[in-house]
């Protein structure tokens, strides 16, 4: 993977809530959910603004020439709904 190929963070974000959503429910139900991820990062100019490209790292074990690995902390939280009876 070069680069070039690495996805818009909010691609990241959203493969990892479909990831959550397609767990099978087991009767219960999640409120919250939380990420602490090493991702691979780098800004780009976009046609809009700053664009920020993330993915998780490509390798597990690192060498001098690997650009360093950041993190993705991530709280994602549902508000209470009442529900209709």
């Known amino acids: ?24 429910a087991a009767g219960l139900r999640a409120t919250s959910v939380a990420f ?5 990062a780098t800004v780009e100019a976009g046609p809009t603004g700053p664009m920020v490209r993330a993915d998780v790292p490509r390798t597990r074990t690192r060498t001098w020439f690997d650009r360093p690995v950041g993190r993705l ?13």
């Open 1 to 24: 993977m070069t680069d070039a190929a690495r996805r818009p963070l909010e691609d990241l974000i959203g493969e990892l809530l479909d990831g959550v959503t397609a767990l099978p």
């Open 36 to 40: 602490d991820l090493p991702i691979e």
């Open 73 to 85: 902390s991530l709280n994602i939280g549902t508000l209470p709904v009442e529900e209709v009876q």
